[in-house]
């Protein structure tokens, strides 16, 4: 596991991101950003704080769709924007923010903070990225090459969630001609409506416009079994988004008491319960083990919602 929830508040990769926006906000002597997004999303805490922090002036616009959720994410946004509006729905705070970006002197960021800025800061993270794994597998890994073959030997594969796809996109490019493999897991939206966006996105960050192949796209399944149904006619649903059962939370809250890392049940509680089940299963099958090239899974931060999992319960 790749911890990058270790950065402070556990914002993760989002620091990396926002520090790219800041450095591009430098550059250009900006001093005002415009925000929009969810009040309790982990976007607008991290942005708001780090930005603020960083000295830039925040305005920021947010939905909600439950007026009496309160959460430590909202509380994050409230307390580092220095103007703040919060609506009822998505669709209205975006035309808001469409109208008053039209005459906004400073930066205007899309929802996610989608922005060039955002690869630059990502950038030097998978340049280190890319040292430790070689490292960690005892062996240099190939430099890369636009003009090697595709189909050269994969020596590693990088695992993430594709929540906004800034992330993973970036990874996509930057290791496009080495032998590593960046895969992607959906979580919270369909692959054939990301798919969709995804050539916009590159745009957006300054990539270049690449895709993904079919296996570096990949979809939580759960396996749900009735007692009527035989073992061949197991039924397989795609996992919901931001749903929590008492079986995921617990099994969040028993993770960190044997490894003291935390994930949180919208990301990373999602892709590491399969993920483990799929490294067992190959462990089962030493014919699969030589085949199968090693799996380092990129955990972005994101928990500092959910500490709840873990204070709610007796100390060990």
Not at 221 to 242: A, P, W
Not at 295 to 303: K, N, T
Request: charged share 25%; hydrophobic share 35%.
């Amino acid at each position: 596991m790749i911890r990058d929830d270790l950065l402070p508040f556990g914002f993760g990769t989002k620091w990396r991101k926002a520090f790219g926006i800041f450095q591009y906000l430098q550059k250009n002597q900006i001093h005002k950003v415009l925000l929009w997004g969810a009040i309790h999303g982990n976007y607008l805490a991290s942005f708001t704080c780090i930005l603020r922090r960083s000295g830039i002036t925040i305005d920021t616009i947010a939905y909600t769709r439950d007026p009496h959720l309160r959460s430590y994410n909202e509380r994050l946004v409230r307390g580092h924007s220095h103007t703040i509006s919060c609506y009822a729905n998505r669709k209205e705070a975006h035309a808001v923010w469409l109208d008053k970006k039209k005459n906004y002197p400073g930066l205007s960021l899309p929802e996610f903070g989608i922005h060039v800025g955002q690869n630059l800061g990502l950038r030097s993270f998978w340049q280190e990225l890319e040292k430790k794994i070689s490292q960690s597998l005892d062996t240099s890994l190939d430099q890369k090459d636009a003009n090697s073959p595709t189909n050269q030997k994969i020596k590693a594969i990088l695992r993430m969630e594709i929540g906004s796809g800034a992330t993973f996109l970036s990874a996509l490019d930057y290791f496009k001609e080495t032998s590593i493999l960046v895969q992607g897991v959906m979580v919270g939206e369909k692959k054939e409506t990301w798919i969709s966006k995804r050539e916009d996105l590159q745009k957006q960050l300054g990539l270049r416009t690449i895709a993904a192949s079919e296996g570096q796209i990949l979809e939580i399944v759960k396996e749900n079994k009735s007692k009527i149904e035989s073992e061949k006619d197991k039924v397989t649903k795609t996992v919901s988004f931001g749903k929590q059962t008492q079986v995921q939370k617990q099994w969040i809250y028993d993770f960190y008491r044997n490894t003291d890392i935390l994930l949180e049940p919208i990301y990373s509680g999602m892709t590491m319960n399969p993920l483990l089940r799929e490294i067992h299963e190959m462990q089962l099958s030493p014919s699969s083990v030589m085949q199968t090239s090693p799996i380092f899974y990129l955990h972005q931060g994101g928990q500092i919602q959910h500490l709840d999992l873990i204070l709610e319960k007796e100390p060990r």
